[in-house]
């Protein structure tokens, strides 16, 4: 009895050293870009989360001084990022503040992650091409083929399949570029933006603390919701 107690205590110690007991991590099911509530369980629930984060249309040139410039969805939440452009610029922003092709990669990613559809990130034009600047939306396609559309923050409720959209909203619009989010973030991932959240990019405030009439001064991160989500 005593011989396979030991045996037991052993196999058990093995087990442990081995990582048997360690859970399986999922490959592909990635960690949050940025933070968001458990609450994000519908498509209209998107609308609201970013509605309660204060989301604003803001053009390239005020956030970044750029004529064009793309957030990915952690940039787009995030008050510093690093210039891709100039690496040695950060450039300083009101986060939840984008234009039309931010919010439209932001509203995808979100419908990807916390819903589980098929995401689309697209690009429209006019069908003549004359002087009418293009468009970015996003569309979703949920397990029953129903197909859901944002446009800027707003969810425009469900359709038939995107061309439906299109046809009673945007009929003099052409559609230029259809990609899923995940790939849309790749590729701005691979072309330097920030994958995930971090404050590490911002300015440092000063933190006094006096003893005896001498103060020494201290520098900490600013951080937006309270916590670093993503450490490095």
């Known amino acids: ?62 956030t970044t001084g750029y004529k064009n410039y793309y957030f990915t969805p952690a940039e787009l939440a995030m ?21 039309c092709d931010d919010w439209a990669l932001m509203t995808a990613y979100l419908a990807q992650d916390t819903l589980g559809y098929e995401a689309h990130y697209v690009h429209i034009y006019p069908q003549n091409d004359i002087g009418t600047p293009g468009h970015a939306l996003s569309y979703a396609i949920d397990s029953e083929g129903k197909t859901h559309v944002w446009n800027l ?20 619009m052409k559609i230029t570029l259809d990609v899923s989010a995940k790939k849309r ?12 959240y971090t404050d590490k990019y911002e300015k440092k405030e000063k933190k006094s603390s006096c003893s005896a009439g001498f103060c020494a001064v201290e520098s900490r991160p600013t951080i937006i919701w309270g916590v670093n989500y993503y450490k490095y």
Request: glycine share 4%; proline share 7%; with cysteine.
């Open 1 to 62: 009895m005593r011989q396979k107690i030991v045996v037991g205590i052993v196999l058990f110690a093995l087990c442990l050293t081995a990582g048997c007991l360690t859970p399986t991590v999922n490959p592909d099911k990635p960690r949050k870009l940025f933070e968001y509530p458990d609450t994000v369980t519908s498509p209209k629930a998107i609308e609201y989360f970013l509605r309660m984060k204060n989301a604003q249309y803001a053009s390239d040139e005020v």
């Open 79 to 99: 008050k510093a990022i690093p210039d891709v452009n100039n690496h040695k610029r950060i450039i300083y922003k009101q986060p939840f503040h984008g234009d």
């Open 153 to 172: 923050w707003y969810y425009y409720g469900t359709f038939k399949d995107f061309d439906t959209y299109m046809k009673r909203f945007y009929p003099d």
């Open 185 to 196: 973030i790749a590729k701005l991932y691979n072309e330097g933006h920030v994958l995930y």
